[in-house]
């Protein structure tokens, strides 16, 4: 975690309606040039079924040695390969089930005690981070870091082989010794430990299945729009039947399997929010600019918000609304959720809820006399707002968890000095992040998490993460935009930073867990395998659903991981021909939406921008979909 994060799509708060927002790093990269194997260019009535990558997509024959760079790549040796490339900014990008999909980005919500149910995936574009733990001595030996030796202590202290199976005497974080059974990568051709995937019912404390085959394919892609300026088109969604992603001043439903397009909703302007979220009848909330681009008006205001029918492709209400105080402007939002029948959007001026149902206003913006406002919401199974008071220069932020009809406040937790913004990770149990005192120095937006009881608004522990050693981040700005972490079976999972794996060359990470009561890091971990690096991307009932990014020869894998035992299952494995690893790596989990259930990945970008002249002629993708069965 080394760098900043970009600016969100929508203006930032402070800058005039008129003013342009500040440019990404660079424009998204896509795909090489000639596809991999699905339709180029849509048939009329949408995508038809994908034909099978040709044995040479380039016209080229396959070279003896791997490309210089790209994750798990070999160093360079003398009179061998050359020095590889500076990082390039990558594109952005996030799956369709026949059994109703689990709650998290992308997926309805469930009632209480649901399985899954309030988690939350992430996906929203941050910074790339390459940071490592160890370094690397002369004459090939590795010199391990102090967070990595913490990670080792805390978690893997004895390796004891009985029999055919492992158990591990793990040291616990107060200091005792505890025994586990569990199951650990390393040494296993860089699959991290995951069993491989057979037929049944879902895997244990979760409804994901593992298919009968794990080997993947390309389902579909949908190709990039053309467009002149920076352009969001952030959001994606499952529901029964498809999956829905956001294009340009459109959402459209694709088939899940074969791509074609099943409904296409037009919008007045581009989509600048998107829950996260879905009601159990696939219905979720939106933010739309109120027109389109024009001379007069290059960058219209963010101010529409509108719930769709993801079923139907129906836009059921959308409207702006006012100040309270005063005023016939509709207010410009920055982020929208929902929770329950409330959709609340957040924004500079205070924030606003509606009725799912009809667009009813239930509060309207307002800043109280004292300078106080809703920052922003976090939504799911519960509703709760980051609320700001004080001067620009020395803010004071609260935590509130709010009755979702009302707005009113059910308890309150005030942050700490030296908190300039926070992010909501998950509404129950109450989970926030932030970055104290601006200490995590990395981009990252975090330093601490902090578990809060929302009944009493009682701080139930603080957890420190050192941003050296785990790499989950959030937004700096937006409420409810973190990714690389999961909330579940009272614990915080997270994934370390890489480092140095066992092998000659490659690096590798793991995925560990916090006691949300004790604040305790516990024994135990998910390795995610030499040259591969796990990130978590939603709950599964009491399971981890994580991505693993492959190295520069492998495609990418999806595991289970269980909640208590940290074993892996296999549920996916992508192609490595190199055409197809080609795009997947384009869309980075720093930089994309990423989805999974049942057999299918979709992977999808949230900017896009003006083609450079390198890239005109290439066939860039909006979405990559995998399926394996």
């Known amino acids: 975690m080394t760098q900043p994060p970009q600016q969100p799509p929508n203006e930032p708060p402070n800058t005039p309606p008129n003013e342009p927002p500040a440019p990404p790093a660079g424009p998204p990269a896509g ?17 038809g079924a994908p034909t099978p990558p040709p044995a040479d997509p380039f016209g080229k024959q396959p070279s003896a040695a791997p490309p210089v760079g790209g994750h798990g790549s070999p160093p360079p040796q003398p ?12 594109g952005y990008g996030y799956p369709q089930a026949p059994q109703p999909p689990q709650p998290g980005y992308g997926y309805p919500q469930g009632p209480a005690g649901h399985p899954g149910a309030g988690q939350q995936g992430y996906g929203y574009p941050t910074q790339p981070m390459h940071p490592q733990y160890g370094t690397q001595q002369p004459g090939g030996g590795k010199k391990f870091g102090t967070q990595m030796q913490i990670i080792l202590a805390a978690a893997v202290a004895v390796v004891l082989i009985i029999g055919g199976g492992v158990v591990y005497a793990t040291m616990g974080s107060d200091g005792g010794d505890t025994t586990e059974a569990s199951s650990s990568g390393g040494g296993d051709g860089g699959k991290g430990g995951a069993d491989k995937g057979g037929e049944g019912g879902g895997l244990a404390g979760g409804v994901e299945k593992a298919p009968g085959t794990t080997k993947a394919k390309v389902a579909f892609q949908v190709p990039e729009p053309k467009v002149t300026d920076v352009t969001s088109v952030m959001g994606s969604w499952l529901t029964d039947k498809a999956y829905v992603k956001t294009g340009v001043n459109e959402v459209v439903a694709y088939d899940g399997d074969k791509g074609a397009e099943l409904w296409k909703l037009p919008l007045d302007g581009e989509v600048c929010g998107a829950s996260r979220h879905m009601s159990e ?6 933010l739309f600019k109120e027109g389109k681009p024009t001379k007069a008006d290059k960058y219209p205001s963010c101010n529409q918000v509108g719930v769709i029918d993801l079923t139907t492709g129906k836009l059921l209400w959308s409207k702006g609304v006012t100040a309270a105080t005063g005023g016939d402007e509709p207010i410009r939002f920055d982020e929208v959720t929902l929770s329950g029948t409330t959709v609340a959007a957040g924004g500079t001026r205070g924030g606003a809820a509606f009725k799912l149902e009809n667009g009813a206003e239930l509060w309207k913006p307002k ?87 929302a009944a009493t608004g009682k701080l139930i522990v603080r957890i420190a993460a050192d941003a050296d050693t785990y790499a989950a981040r959030c937004d700096a700005t937006d409420v409810e935009q973190c990714q690389h972490m999961a909330v579940g079976n009272n614990r915080l999972y997270l994934p370390t930073e890489e480092h140095d794996g066992t092998g000659e060359y490659g690096d590798t990470n793991e995925i560990v867990a916090f006691d949300l009561t004790t604040g305790k890091l516990l024994g135990g971990r998910a390795d995610a395998g030499d040259r591969y690096t796990l990130v978590p991307l939603r709950m599964d009932g009491a399971n981890v659903i994580a991505y693993k990014e492959p190295p520069y020869d492998k495609g990418g894998q999806i595991v289970s991981i269980d909640g208590e035992t940290f074993k892996q299952t296999l549920l996916m494995e992508n192609p ?4 197809v690893r080609d795009a997947e790596t384009r869309f980075t989990t720093d930089h994309s939406e990423v989805l999974y259930s049942q057999g299918r990945l979709y992977k999808s970008k949230v900017l896009i921008s003006e083609r450079s002249s390198i890239d005109a002629d290439k066939k860039l993708y909006l979405v990559l979909a995998f399926r394996a069965d």
């Open 281 to 286: 009848d696939f219905r979720t909330a939106i």
């Open 576 to 579: 490595s021909d190199e055409a």
């Open 367 to 453: 800043v109280s006399a004292d300078g106080c406002y809703d920052t922003g919401y976090g939504g799911g199974e519960a509703l709760a707002v980051v609320r700001k008071c004080g001067s620009h220069d020395s803010p004071q932020l609260s935590i509130q968890a709010l009755n979702p009809t009302t707005g009113a406040p059910l308890s309150s937790y005030q942050m700490p000095a030296g908190v300039d913004y926070a992010s909501i990770v998950s509404t129950k149990p109450l989970v926030v992040a932030a970055d104290v005192g601006d200490t995590a120095g990395d981009g990252s937006s975090i330093s601490d998490f902090f578990s809060i009881d």
């Open 79 to 90: 009179g061998g390969y050359p020095t590889p490339p500076a990082p390039q900014p990558n």
């Open 31 to 47: 795909p090489p040039s000639g596809g991999f194997g699905a339709p180029q260019d849509p048939p009329p009535g949408g995508f």
